[in-house]
T-cell receptor, first 114, second 115 residues
Framework: NAGVMQNPRHLVRRRGQEARLRCSPMKGHSHVYWYRQLPEEGLKFMVYLQKENIIDESGMPKERFSAEFPKEGPSILRIQQVVRGDSAAYFC????????????FGPGTRLLVL | AQSVTQLGSHVSVSEGALVLLRCNYSSSVPPYLFWYVQYPNQGLQLLLKYTTGATLVKGINGFEAEFKKSETSFHLTKPSAHMSDAAEYFCAVSEGGGSQGNLIFGKGTKLSVKP
């Protein structure tokens, strides 16, 4: 059973470009969480999704950031018009449910904005 | 609101010595508590978790943690450190009792192990 997959592992963008980060949850998991890790900081929750639904986006910046988890295919975290402050490691986690279930993390995507 | 405080951003121990990483939490509902480990440039790996029941939880790689409600603590220990334990450790809390499960993380503690 493959773990949580994220791609790309590293992404370099210039200011103003778009960044698309992909996350494939573990087989059988229908809950996906996105977290952001800034240097010297812990992970901060961004958004929680189930298939075709955003359940909680309280941690998402109000502008330029969006997330989806379509019926088919991976979850996508999209950052439009990136700025240098978006440089961070973005982690996806998945779980089979949401009631205290263990979240399994992917290896992360390290975004660098030049 | 829930929060997690990890005391000590860096901890250094000698190989074979006791490892103690501190975590205190605040939560208005019964918490679920987790410890994750992160090796450089990798994702997080679950060490152990507490949901309900026995307050002393054993995890992988010889680590264990004890939930102490009266002290709102969930400290991580290992009797004898190995060089391979050098990594960053994160304590996290989520709401228990069937509530939404997004995790609130502490800022992490970097563990160094000296030969």
């Amino acid at each position: 059973n493959a773990g949580v997959m994220q791609n790309p592992r590293h992404l370099v963008r210039r200011r103003g470009q778009e960044a698309r980060l992909r996350c494939s949850p573990m087989k059988g998991h229908s809950h996906v969480y996105w977290y952001r890790q800034l240097p010297e900081e812990g992970l901060k929750f961004m958004v929680y999704l189930q298939k075709e639904n955003i359940i909680d986006e309280s941690g998402m910046p109000k502008e330029r950031f969006s997330a989806e988890f379509p019926k088919e295919g991976p979850s996508i975290l999209r950052i439009q018009q990136v700025v240098r402050g978006d440089s961070a490691a973005y982690f996806c986690a998945s779980s089979p449910g949401n009631s205290g279930e263990t979240q399994y993390f992917g290896p992360g995507t390290r975004l660098l904005v030049l | 609101a829930q929060s997690v405080t990890q005391l000590g951003s860096h901890v250094s121990v000698s190989e074979g010595a006791l490892v103690l990483l501190r975590c205190n939490y605040s939560s208005s509902v019964p918490p679920y508590l987790f410890w994750y480990v992160q090796y450089p440039n990798q994702g997080l790996q679950l060490l152990l978790k507490y949901t309900t029941g026995a307050t002393l939880v054993k995890g992988i790689n010889g680590f264990e943690a004890e939930f102490k409600k009266s002290e709102t603590s969930f400290h991580l220990t290992k009797p004898s450190a190995h060089m391979s334990d050098a990594a960053e450790y994160f304590c996290a809390v989520s709401e228990g009792g069937g509530s939404q499960g997004n995790l609130i993380f502490g800022k992490g503690t970097k563990l160094s192990v000296k030969p």
